[in-house]
């Protein structure tokens, strides 16, 4: 059975994940500048290795690389696959 503490670390981590599609669509609509979502990117980056999951970090890694190059759709579609898996 999952303690109370459980169910919260996994909605910080869920809210973390999720943050990724937003800092996205804020470089999209150039409310931000792309550094700060790659910076953000290289920080989850680091926490999921430190964690030892590279299903999570490769996906992340990817984004990384791809910067903005890549469609909205396929940023959510990433992002929710991470929620699902976490």
Known sequence: MRSKGDAMDKE???S???KIL???EDVIDKKIA????LS???RM?????G???KDIYNVIKGLRVLEE??????VKSMVFHLIHIV
């Not at 792309?34 to 979502?37: N, T």
């Not at 190059?69 to 396929?74: D, L, P, R």
């Open 45 to 49: 980056y680091v926490y999921w290795v």
């Open 69 to 74: 190059n890549v469609e909205h759709q396929t």
């Open 51 to 53: 964690a030892d999951r």
């Open 40 to 42: 953000y990117l290289d």
């Open 16 to 18: 973390q994940i999720y």
């Open 22 to 24: 937003l800092l996205y």
């Open 12 to 14: 910080k981590i869920i």
């Open 34 to 37: 792309l550094q700060d979502y």
